[in-house]
């Protein structure tokens, strides 16, 4: 029962005597502090008489207070109901935490906030919500199509707060500036990120949205320079057949030698049949320059049909990678935002769509390149 009982002690002397004693004794002390002109410390009950015995009268120890597992056990066993406290507590803290307090919407100016935090109240993201019970990815798919105006919504929840995110629409591409000779334009439409520019007049600022051919930097003293990232959604359709036959090469080969007469008679000492009954054939004729005779060579490969059953699963990885590696491939250097990819069954088919949001540079320059001189 003692073990694990810690007493606080104040020790009033000479503190070179205490720590001689500590040290002698070999006594467990911890949280150690001086305070009030005294020393206050932790001694195990255990080592109190040994410490004693060290101080030999020199100093005066006294007992503040008393702490520890066993002492805690046995008033919770005289005293059960002061279990109910801390469990209450910890309902509480689990029913706060498991919900939602606090929705906000964040966007440039001029989105229509109010019919956002309607909609959003709608598909179950409100105050009070169950964490466990909602789906961010599809509330901000659901969003757009609500309210009108809108070129995206994503929906973030950290915590007990829920965060929308939301652009508006794409609006007409603006007039290019006079002398827009040199000018950077946009590749393609998009949510704009970050400005940088190099030379040159900005045109846009983060929060805009852009057109395809919009001009998004003015040029000065005939040319432009920088960076314009945007947030751009691309989606990848692809169909496989739930079944299908695929044939490979077994690496069995076998030759055939014919001659072809005059009269169209053909010789073939090796017989006429195919070696294999699946094969695959190529032929190397030589015509004798005298007469018309033909020496030919058939090579055939051994083939082996395999019967292929794609799954919903194997659709979804090699439809994911397909996108991917054309991600890489379209927009080298871009920043992966999100990727969803889709499947569904129609009739023999699987059909998957991966839809891709990725952050990347769309200035580009007439001629093509990133400036114009």
């Known amino acids: 029962m003692a073990e694990g009982i810690w007493l606080r002690l104040a020790y009033r002397g000479e503190g070179g005597r205490l720590w001689r004693a500590i040290a002698e004794s070999g006594a467990r002390v911890r949280r150690i502090v001086q305070r009030h002109g005294q020393i206050e410390l932790d001694v195990p009950i255990g080592d109190l008489m040994a410490l004693r015995r060290a101080l030999a009268g020199q100093g005066r120890l006294a007992v503040l207070g008393h702490g520890g597992w066993p002492l805690m ?11 109910v406290w801390p469990a209450l507590a910890l309902l509480l803290y689990a029913f706060a935490a498991g919900h939602i307090w606090q929705v906000a919407v964040v966007g440039p100016n001029g989105i229509p906030k109010a019919r956002i935090l309607a909609a959003a109240h709608r598909l179950g993201l409100r105050q009070g919500a169950l964490r466990a019970a909602l789906d961010p990815y599809r509330i901000g798919q659901q969003i757009p199509l609500q309210v009108p105006g809108l070129i995206f919504a994503a929906v973030r929840v950290d915590g ?12 007409p591409a603006k007039p290019e500036p006079p002398a827009a000779r040199g000018a950077l334009f946009a590749a393609e439409r998009g949510y704009v990120t970050r400005v940088v ?9 983060s929060g805009d949205t852009v057109v395809r051919g919009e001009p998004l930097v003015a040029p000065r003293g005939g040319s432009s320079r920088g960076e314009v990232f945007a947030r751009v959604w691309r989606s990848y359709h692809y169909t496989f057949p739930v079944r299908s036959r695929r044939s490979y090469a077994t690496g069995r080969r076998a030759t055939r030698w014919y001659i072809s007469l005059p009269m169209g008679r053909q010789w073939t000492p090796q017989g006429s049949t195919k070696p294999f009954g699946q094969a695959r054939r190529t ?3 030589w015509r004798i320059p005298l007469g018309s005779v033909e ?18 699963t194997y659709v979804e990885l090699r ?3 397909l996108a991917l590696a054309t991600v890489k491939r379209s927009m080298p250097g871009a920043k992966l935002l999100a990727l969803r990819t889709q499947v569904r069954r129609v009739g023999g088919n699987l059909q998957a769509v991966v839809s891709v949001e990725a952050e990347t540079d769309i200035a580009h320059a007439k001629a093509g390149g990133r400036t114009q001189d």
């Open 73 to 83: 056990l046995r008033a919770l066993r005289r005293r059960p109901w002061r279990l």
């Open 283 to 285: 032929a190397t004729i």
């Open 197 to 205: 520019v190099l030379q040159g007049l900005p045109l846009v600022k």
């Open 160 to 171: 007990v707060r829920a965060v929308i995110y939301a652009a508006p629409d794409w609006r």
């Open 319 to 321: 439809a994911t990678s």
């Open 295 to 312: 020496v030919g060579r058939y090579t055939y490969v051994e083939l082996r049909t395999l019967k292929v059953v794609r799954s919903a």
